[in-house]
């Protein structure tokens, strides 16, 4: 069993020190704190604000917006897979009954 390591993130200039299990895992936090300071930034530069907290809420939003659009593709992928091993078992079927 691998033992967890603390790792310090920082997001909209605060360090947030989490638990993580893995290299890997260790990266996706990385680059995903980096992700979020880097649309933060891109709010703070093109938007009024009052606080942190409302950049904070616009990328959270626009965060939950892509999961969303990502959610609804994997969907209709999978309705597409369905349908077209359908066809594929159509077609299987009909060239057995041809032989």
């Known amino acids: 069993m691998k033992k967890e ?13 989490l638990s ?4 890997e895992e260790e990266q996706l936090f990385r680059e995903s704190g980096k992700l979020i300071e880097e649309r933060i930034k891109e709010y703070a530069s093109n938007f ?7 950049l904070l809420a616009m990328v959270t939003l626009q ?6 659009k990502l959610e609804t593709i994997a969907q209709n992928h999978e309705v597409l ?7 594929d078992r159509l077609l299987d079927e009909s060239l057995l009954d041809k032989s």
């Open 48 to 54: 009024a604000f009052r606080d942190k907290q409302d």
């Open 5 to 17: 390591q603390l790792i310090s993130v920082i997001i909209a200039e605060r360090p947030y020190r």
């Open 63 to 68: 965060f939950a917006v892509e999961i969303l």
């Open 81 to 87: 897979k369905q349908q077209l091993t359908g066809i």
């Open 20 to 23: 993580i299990s893995s290299e």
